[in-house]
């Protein structure tokens, strides 16, 4: 059984998707309301519904549920058909082909995402590039789940124990994620933080922070590997 859980990020952590995602949300906007925001949301680290309420708040819409549902619903459709351009302008980021296939092979191990994206949109995202082999998408917990991200570890944790058979320990839970959102849901989940500078967070602001652990990128698969699965520290903490 496996003894670790090690709940990926996906946005700046995993993948980048080079604007298909920022376009899907424009264009789910534009199919439902028939306009767009002139200014920009912050999306990093954000649950997809967060991002449309705080869309529609720069529209001067109100955030009603049917609404929302409705943005959200068409952002799957829209991210779907964006799939080919995210295969071919997209990129995993350095070094996660190989720590997830390393964890992967690994009996201990478990692998599921913590994302803000909406299920559907979580497998095209890792499917793009060949990742969604490594994940149990039944382990994680997406922003399909809720709107706020601090919830979703516990949800997590539950699905995972329930599918694993047994009680998985919040100190062998790892989130693994690259903005201060990410290592606020790990806090409020009770289980550990690796941070990782590959997103739109420098490496200084996320040190600052105190994550559980650090890396610049995931290019050194032992030591992500020895990291996340046997709590040897890293090497390259600045
Ligand atoms: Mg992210």
Request: charged residues 25%; hydrophobic residues 45%.
């Amino acid at each position: 059984m496996a003894r670790r859980l090690v709940l990926w990020d996906i946005d700046g952590t995993l993948v980048h998707t080079k604007g298909a995602g920022t376009d899907a949300f424009d264009l789910a906007l534009a199919d439902v309301l028939g306009e767009v925001p002139e200014g920009r949301v912050r999306m990093s680290g954000k649950t997809d519904p967060l991002i449309v309420h705080e869309q529609l708040a720069l529209l001067g819409r109100e955030p009603e549920p049917e609404l929302v549902d409705a943005v959200l619903a068409r952002l799957v459709h829209r991210l779907a058909d964006l799939s080919s351009r995210i295969a071919e302008q997209g990129v995993a980021c350095p070094g996660v082909t190989e720590v997830l296939a390393e964890l992967d092979r690994r009996a201990d191990v478990a692998q599921g995402v913590l994302t803000g994206n909406l299920r559907p949109n979580a497998v095209v995202k890792l499917a793009a590039f060949g990742l969604d082999r490594f994940v149990d998408f039944d382990l994680g917990a997406y922003g399909s789940d809720h709107l706020d991200r601090n919830l979703l570890v516990p949800l997590a944790r539950r699905r995972a124990e329930a599918r694993l058979g047994g009680p998985v320990a919040p100190e062998d839970t790892w989130v693994v994620g690259d903005t201060p959102l990410d290592l606020a849901c790990a806090r409020a989940g009770g289980v550990r933080c690796l941070l990782v500078a590959t997103g739109t967070y420098g490496a200084d602001e996320l040190v600052e922070l105190e994550p559980d652990a650090f890396l610049v990128d995931l290019t050194d698969t032992d030591a992500v590997v020895e990291l996340l699965a046997e709590d040897r520290p890293p090497v390259n903490v600045p």
